[in-house]
């Protein structure tokens, strides 16, 4: 081990992985402790000892314990061995599709000196780390290698194989680092290969990934009662030993990573104090890419299949708008680390899937409902879409409140849904005119009922018609869209994944890493109003829908983005001023009153 902090994180490791088998120890031996004790009492009766009707009674109650104990202990030792660990849903890359990446670890790990990763696996995320996924996870022994030395009279040392873990590579960072860059963030990751190869630390890491699937075996539901009750003593073993065992467990994976942050310590250590900056920079860009671009299309049952060439790009535009770093364009003109892969696009695409699914919910496998979508369909495929999709909401729930297409009874019936509409409803209230509608049964927001001053449960602290109509608008879409998601949720989205990371897909429950909190209410009208504006843009005044990398769907008037909009519909909604929104219609040529295209 190179370097003292190696040395003693090195030590510190074993020394708490013993300390883990030190608690398997134990419940070993309180699991044989009444088999011991029948041992000693069927011993004492056999010398003539232990006899009479007293150790008669003791020698049958003791035995029944014993073996009522010993089932349970072998029971539970069963579950633990076969209970499946839970593996993280990754996209795996054979040598085959990737031989210049497989290549590169390699060389790093004898650079490193450490046993070079079993196989290489890729994960939506901006994180790297090693994963063993051994099953079962005992090893045969192996004979000694045939250059160690041969010491006379010395008694040959059985160890184990310890297969060499999975190494799981943060997608984005293939596409946005470059090769150099990569190997330096990869290099403390490779060099946990080194303590995971210690039989102690692999023994221990076993023992308490075996437990925790255990717990997760015994909280399964859809079981009989009797079955219910054997399941939850399984989980309450398990969770005592878990308990005994985690501080130990926490301080030997601490003491892991110190001595493998050491080993990697001489080992391009200059450039990756450079390549922590662009980390921090992906793990930015991508959860930007998510929330602001992926989600709406999501949201359309369309997913993009080119997510990390995304990253990217968002990235790229991130840099040039905030000047982030000097001489970005040189760094541009390295080989990017995505080069290592033979087939990209491909490797791309999957990865997308998945982060579909663990982000969003979904089938394993595209459908009518479920489609991929290329970038340069994007404007027109999604968001065109989601703006019909969200104006057509809007316009029904405005006619399931009885909202008339104008103000004015003697204005002839426009042929279609209007803008216009839309804002003389929230503008130009008549209160002798208001439609009698029941008052929405949950609060708008995300708040204590009793800060809800502005909901129409409490039309007197909000004396304002037009805010008030708002208010009623915005908890009627939020219920649409309530519905509309239960009635989706209740029809099958296709079949779940099948593979190695299958089991984490069984319950159903996706999402498993949601993206956002329910929208408020105000949020969903305020999308819906700027959907309609939109809407009527590209109706009336020539306008297009457009992708920001950074910001999601855009308008686009002339070309140009128009990034003042969303002030102006929020004073209509959350003030009742028309004014600045109707000044900006006119200024682009947008004209409300004419009919626009809804889904």
């Known amino acids: 081990m190179t370097g003292t902090g190696g040395e003693l994180g090195a030590r510190a490791a074993r020394s708490r992985a013993l300390a883990v088998l030190r608690v398997r120890s134990r419940a070993l031996a309180v699991a044989l402790l009444p088999a011991a004790a029948e041992v000693i009492l069927l011993t004492g009766a056999a010398t003539g ?208 990573a110190t001595a493998a942050a050491e080993r990697a310590h001489a080992v391009d250590y200059g450039p990756r104090i450079a390549a922590q900056e662009q980390v921090g920079l992906a793990y930015a860009g991508w959860d930007r890419l998510l929330t602001k671009v992926a989600l709406p299309a999501w949201r359309m049952g369309r997913w993009p299949s080119r997510l990390d060439v995304g990253v990217a790009a968002a990235l790229t535009e991130l840099s040039r708008r905030d000047r982030l770093a000097d001489g970005f364009a040189a760094r541009l003109g390295e080989r990017p680390a995505c080069d290592l892969l033979e087939e990209p696009g491909s490797v791309d695409e999957a990865v997308s899937l998945l982060t579909a699914r663990l982000f969003h919910g979904g089938p394993a496998e595209s459908g009518p409902s479920w489609a991929p979508v290329d970038w340069q369909a994007y404007p027109e495929e999604v968001v065109d879409r989601t703006w019909r999709a969200e104006a057509a909401r809007l316009h029904r729930v405005l006619d399931s409140l009885g909202v008339s297409p104008s103000l004015d009874p003697a204005t002839p019936d426009p042929g279609g849904p209007t803008l216009a509409r839309v804002l003389d409803h929230l503008t130009e209230p008549a209160a002798d005119t208001a439609p009698t509608v029941p008052a929405p049964t949950a609060p708008l927001d995300n708040e204590d009922s009793e800060d809800n001053a502005d909901t129409p449960d409490s039309p007197d602290a909000d004396p304002d018609p037009a805010t008030e109509r708002s208010a009623l608008l915005a908890a009627r879409l939020s219920a649409a869209l309530a519905r509309e998601e239960r009635e989706e949720s209740a029809v099958p989205r296709g079949a779940r994944a099948q593979g190695p990371d299958s089991a984490l897909w069984e319950d159903g429950d996706l999402p498993l890493f949601p993206l956002q909190p329910p929208r408020t209410g105000r949020e969903l009208l305020a999308a819906h109003i700027t959907a309609m504006i939109c809407c009527a843009a590209v109706d009336t005044a020539g306008a297009a829908p457009g992708l920001d990398w950074l910001d999601g769907p855009t308008l686009l008037l002339d070309g140009e983005r128009a990034a003042d909009l969303t002030p102006k519909v929020h004073s209509l909604i959350e003030e009742g001023d028309p004014a600045p929104l109707r000044a900006w219609l006119a200024e682009c040529g947008i004209r409300p009153e004419k009919p626009v295209r809804l889904v």
């Open 49 to 256: 000892q232990f006899t009479g009707q007293g150790w008669d009674t003791a020698r049958w109650v003791v035995g029944v314990l014993a073996v009522l104990v010993l089932l349970a202990a072998g029971g539970i030792a069963l579950v633990v061995a076969r209970a499946r660990p839970a593996a993280s849903p990754t996209v795996p890359v054979s040598e085959h599709s990737a031989p210049d990446l497989y290549r590169m670890v390699r060389d790093l790990a004898d650079r490193l000196d450490v046993p070079a990763p079993s196989a290489i696996a890729l994960t939506p995320d901006c994180d790297s780390w090693l994963e063993d996924r051994t099953h079962p996870a005992h090893a045969p022994p192996v004979t000694r290698a045939h250059d160690e030395p041969v010491i006379p009279g010395a008694r040959p040392e059985r160890r184990l194989a310890v297969p060499a873990p999975v190494l799981v590579i943060g997608s984005p960072f293939l596409w946005w680092m470059r090769v150099a860059e990569l190997r330096a963030v990869l290099a403390p990751v490779v060099a946990g290969t080194g303590p995971s190869a210690q039989p102690d630390i692999a023994a221990a890491r076993r023992f308490v990934r075996g437990l925790d699937a255990a717990v997760a075996v015994a909280d399964a539901p859809g079981r009989s009662p009797l079955t219910r009750g054997v399941y939850a003593a399984l989980g309450r073993v398990a969770r005592l030993l878990l308990r005994g065992c985690r501080e130990h467990a926490a301080l030997m994976e601490r003491g892991v």
